[in-house]
């Protein structure tokens, strides 16, 4: 470039040289010089020069100089690199600078490269061409976007920072948008391990409006996970064995990468034996060898199996476990019918609520066992065909129905616990396994229960005679209200019928009203019966004296009468009065007339009349 420069200076300077003969002619002929003269360039200072040289000269600038005024992008060549600025010779004056910082897309920058610029600054303050190659790319890298959008070309770009929901990605210069779910076909849990990284993208969406890109670098991997996709899923087999990566875990499973194809594994299908969550089994990013158990008629969807791989622990369980041993084993899993016991990796046995108890009360399972609890039983029952085992814990002692005559003789006394109710009666237990029922009618001889709830409380300790035992259906029935006399013998003789007692009218009821003897008899008084001696009633809170006239033990009725108090006084005179007329009448010999106004008289006054 300086070496056109100078020639273009000689050739300047040859033209000067040739003015020297123009000057005399202009003396000679001055019409023809001032026709002919070049006010332009006179004006302009610059002194005149062959037409032809000229056109030289402007053909030698057009070729090697760039017009610095002009906001062109144009493209320049690398010269040289320093610690932080890039110079670059764009055939100007001078060679321009442009900061590392514009290249950091670009880490492998090196001297000779052509890069595209923008002139920023014409001269600086020392004289330097200033350049952009940020401008540059900015102005070009709309078109390369589109282009590369269009063409599905693939692009570099530099990765600035994390934002949310993805990465900020530089591509030609324009910032633009990497979704988290387009980095990899694995989910991502470190976005700041792709920070300050140069990768290859795709874009994939561009909004003119808004001037948004959206670039992908998953998309890239799948063209080529597509082709091993379909190749794997080709060759899938059922009981086929595949290595794989552990890609998600889940509460019910585990998503396995097979190579651009996923299958899962679910939790039962992890481990033999119970498990609580799939990461107890394995890890984030493991390998590990699967087997296929199934997958739909696409092939989308892969079953895939892990405990499969080694051998059923019931294949393994000792030829000599057989019923009738005792096992030891964690409490794996708890219901209301039972407990699941893991007696060996991946054997378990059922100890049913009712196994875990000789009594008859059924309870739930947590009264007896909890998860985690190493507990001892019996083997039951064995199956190894279905793989099923039930166990007892019961039958560890003994059972107490087998001395139960020797011990809980008919007649017998003894204390227990309530532990139910039922609407017919209350069951008692005893001691554990042996439970006796007292029927409602067996709780009080005196109080009349319409419920037992109204008698005791569950928790009560009751005091029972055994009424009746049954050994062959394992049922005790018991009685509360044997172990006291009974007190209806005693009140039999003391209110019988016809006896007289004073008490108070306690309530007034439908059809009569109540009084109350003692604690345990409350007697009954008719309406008519509550009549007094003037014809009015007793009230409410009276004291008067009455009559038992019914009373049954059995049912508990007792029935009083006021008015037979004074009715029976009543016939007693009259019947003496007729004693004492018929007397007076053998002495005095009265008229018949007279003796029937007597008689007549004493009916009226029986009948209360005046």
Aim: some cysteine.
């Amino acid at each position: 470039m300086a070496e056109n420069a100078k020639q273009a200076e000689v050739e300047a300077t040859e033209a000067k040289t040739v003015e020297a003969p123009v000057v005399s002619e202009a003396k000679a002929n001055p019409e023809k010089f001032l026709k002919e003269f070049n006010w332009h360039n006179y004006q302009e200072g610059i002194d005149e020069v062959d037409d032809q040289q000229l056109k030289e000269f402007e053909k030698l600038v057009a070729e090697n100089f760039v017009d610095t005024l002009d906001d062109e992008v144009v493209e320049g060549t690398v010269v040289h690199i320093t610690d932080r600025d890039a110079i670059i010779d764009i055939n100007a004056k001078s060679e321009g600078v442009i900061s590392l910082n514009e290249f950091r897309y670009n880490p492998n920058l090196a001297v000779g490269d052509k890069v595209e610029v923008l002139i920023d600054v014409r001269e600086d303050a020392t004289g330097q061409l200033v350049l952009s190659h940020r401008k540059a790319r900015v102005i070009k890298a709309w078109d390369r976007v589109n282009a590369a959008h269009e063409s599905g070309e693939i692009v570099n770009g530099f990765v600035k920072c994390r934002t949310k929901g993805g990465m900020i990605v530089d591509v030609f210069g324009i910032e633009a948008f990497l979704p988290g779910s387009q980095i990899d076909v694995k989910p991502i849990r470190d976005y700041d391990q792709y920070v300050n990284k140069t990768m290859e993208f795709k874009v994939v969406k561009i909004n003119h409006e808004f001037k948004n890109v959206v670039v992908s670098h998953k998309a890239l991997i799948e063209a080529d996970i597509e082709e091993q996709k379909k190749e794997i899923i080709g060759q899938l087999e059922k009981g086929q064995v595949l290595e794989g990566v552990v890609k998600n875990i889940t509460s019910y499973g585990v998503f396995i990468d097979l190579g651009g194809v996923d299958g899962l594994i679910h939790i039962t299908d992890l481990s033999w034996s119970r498990i609580n969550h799939p990461n107890e089994i394995v890890e984030l990013d493991q390998k590990l060898n699967v087997v296929i158990l199934d997958f739909d008629e696409n092939k989308s969807r892969i079953q895939l199996g892990l405990k499969q791989l080694s051998k059923h622990p019931w294949e393994a369980l000792a030829e000599e476990v057989k019923v009738g041993d005792k096992v030891k084993g964690k409490v794996v899993v708890i219901a209301d019918y039972g407990a699941f016991i893991e007696v060996a990796d991946g054997v378990e046995g059922l100890i049913h609520v009712s196994e875990m108890s000789w009594s008859t009360h059924l309870r739930s399972a947590q009264d007896f066992v909890s998860v985690g609890d190493e507990v001892e039983a019996v083997i039951l029952t064995l199956d190894r065909e279905d793989r099923k085992m039930s166990l007892g814990i019961k039958q560890l002692t003994a059972d107490p129905w087998t001395d139960i005559t020797g011990k809980y003789p008919v007649g017998s006394k003894h204390t227990g616990v309530v532990r139910n109710f039922t609407n017919f009666g209350v069951f008692v237990e005893l001691e554990e396994g042996i439970d006796g029922l007292i029927y409602i009618s067996d709780l009080s001889w005196t109080k009349k229960i319409k419920h037992p709830s109204e008698f005791c409380a569950v928790g009560d300790k009751l005091d029972v005679v055994v009424l009746e035992l049954d050994v062959e259906g394992r049922k005790l029935s018991l009685g509360h209200k044997q172990t006291t006399a009974n007190p209806w013998d005693k009140y039999e003789t003391e209110f019988a019928l016809g006896t007289t007692h004073t008490a108070e009218i306690s309530e007034i009821v439908d059809k009569g009203a109540t009084i109350e003897f003692n604690e345990d008899i409350v007697a009954f008084v008719p309406s008519r019966h509550l009549e007094k001696e003037d014809g009015s009633k007793l009230k409410k809170g009276e004291s008067a004296e009455f009559k038992i006239i019914e009373f049954n033990k059995e049912f508990k009725r007792v029935v009083a009468s006021h008015t037979a108090i004074f009715k029976a006084e009543e016939v007693a005179n009259v019947k003496a009065a007729v004693k004492k007329a018929a007397s007076a009448a053998a002495e005095a010999k009265p008229t018949l007339g007279d003796a029937n106004d007597a008689l007549q008289a004493l009916k009226d006054k029986m009948d209360g009349k005046n």
